[in-house]
């Protein structure tokens, strides 16, 4: 069993920066792809960016340059995913999911709220 938690999101301003994670328990090897996505109000959930366990990474063209998806490398943060978030716009906002693939089955934490104000 996979259990995901994510941190608290934020409101930013218009060309602000946030740093949102999530940390994956259980069946977590350090070759786990981990994810994001987001789902704005009233839209579907889309891609945002990917850690492929080599250390591979794909954004969504919406915000390749301005976000980044990296896990950390320290014994007790090698299942976290972090999601650098710069130069938000309003239309970032939404609520961030973070997931995880472990043999062929997804998991998903509960969702972060991210709200960019012009």
């Known amino acids: 069993q996979v259990q995901i938690v994510e941190s608290r999101g934020g409101l930013v301003q218009l060309g602000g920066s946030l740093r949102p994670s999530c940390t994956a328990s259980?069946?977590?090897?350090?070759?786990?792809?981990m994810a994001w996505y987001r789902q704005g109000q009233g839209k579907q959930r889309d891609f945002v960016a990917i850690?492929?366990?080599?250390?591979?990474?794909?954004?969504?063209d919406a915000v390749k340059g301005r976000f980044t998806i990296s896990r950390g490398d320290a014994k007790n943060t090698k299942n976290t995913a972090y999601l650098q978030m710069n130069s938000l716009k309003p239309e970032d906002t939404g609520t961030y999911y973070c997931?995880?693939?472990?043999?062929?089955?997804?998991?998903w934490g509960q969702g972060t709220q991210v709200t960019v104000s012009s």
């Open positions: 997931g995880a693939y472990v043999l062929g089955k997804e998991y």
């Open positions: 259980g069946n977590i090897e350090s070759n786990t792809s």
């Open positions: 850690f492929v366990g080599a250390g591979i990474t794909n954004y969504a």
